[in-house]
Nanobody
Framework: QVLLVESGGGLVQAGGSLRLSCTAS????????MGWFRQAPGKERVFVAR????????GYADSVKGRFTIASDNAKNTVYLQMNSLKPEDTAVYYC????????????WGQGTQVTVSS
């Protein structure tokens, strides 16, 4: 079983930055990919960014391209989301997710961390 724990959320003014972290525990953790998703109040959970665990290939939602950066530290089983130039519309609960090996499906989810951007 894989447990994901996020940290780093908080309240920030528009234009500011935050860095989220997500650490995975579990034996032989080797996902195909890890990702970040977010869910704003009253809206569905949506994709934000992803990183391939072995190749470090990344992908981003159009809404965050050029502002957010996903990175991983495989030795620490940790993925990061650096968020710059934050906007009020980035306010949401941010979730970390991981796949199983050789699968693109996100089977493991963290509990979420709140990010609030004030105008």
């Amino acid at each position: 079983q894989v447990l994901l724990v996020e940290s780093g959320g908080g309240l920030v003014q528009a234009g500011g930055s935050l860095r989220l972290s997500c650490t995975a525990s579990g034996r032989s953790f080797s996902p195909y990919a890890m990702g970040w998703f977010r869910q704003a109040p009253g809206k569905e959970r949506v994709f934000v960014a992803r990183i391939n665990w072995s190749s470090d290939t990344t992908g981003y939602a159009d809404s965050v391209k050029g502002r957010f950066t996903i990175a991983s530290d495989n030795a620490k089983n940790t993925v990061y989301l650096q968020m710059n130039s934050l906007k009020p519309e980035d306010t949401a609960v941010y979730y970390c997710a991981a796949t199983r090996p050789y699968s693109p499906v996100y089977d493991y989810w963290g509990q979420g961390t709140q990010v609030t951007v004030s105008s």
